[in-house]
């Protein structure tokens, strides 16, 4: 059973830093491309960050250019989003999620159709 657990979040001052984890149960994520999206209240989920499988290449929304950094460890099993300078309106849910893809593709993908697992959300608070 394919399970994607994220954490880390929590409550945070403007200009703080979290990071946040995704711990894959079931699949080997060096087999997947995963991203990260986000669910502001009130809003529709949105694309945050992807990397490859290889973890060589990223992309990231313009929200989150500079700020975020999105990285794994294959070895571990594990996704990792480091934000810092948070802002207010980086508050949300943050899910992560997994695609399968063949060895050696470099497309990143940034819809959420694109991808086939999800983890159940951390809930990330950024007090102004």
């Known amino acids: 059973q394919v399970q994607l657990v994220e954490s880390g979040g929590g409550l945070v001052q403007a200009g703080d830093s979290l990071r946040l984890s995704c711990a894959a149960s079931g699949l080997p994520i060096s087999g997947y491309a995963m991203g990260w999206f986000r669910r502001a209240p009130g809003k529709e989920r949105e694309f945050v960050a992807t990397v490859s499988w290889s973890g060589g290449s990223t992309h990231y929304a313009d929200s989150a250019k500079g700020r975020f950094t999105i990285s794994r460890d294959n070895a571990k099993n594990t996704l990792y989003l480091q934000m810092n300078s948070l802002k207010p309106e980086d508050t949300a849910v943050y899910y992560c999620?997994?695609?399968?893809?063949?060895?050696?593709?470099?497309?990143?993908?940034?819809?959420?159709?694109?991808?086939?697992?999800w983890g159940q959300g951390t809930q990330v608070t950024v007090s102004a």
């Open positions: 999620a997994a695609r399968r893809v063949l060895a050696g593709t470099r497309t990143l993908y940034t819809s959420q159709a694109d991808y086939a697992y």
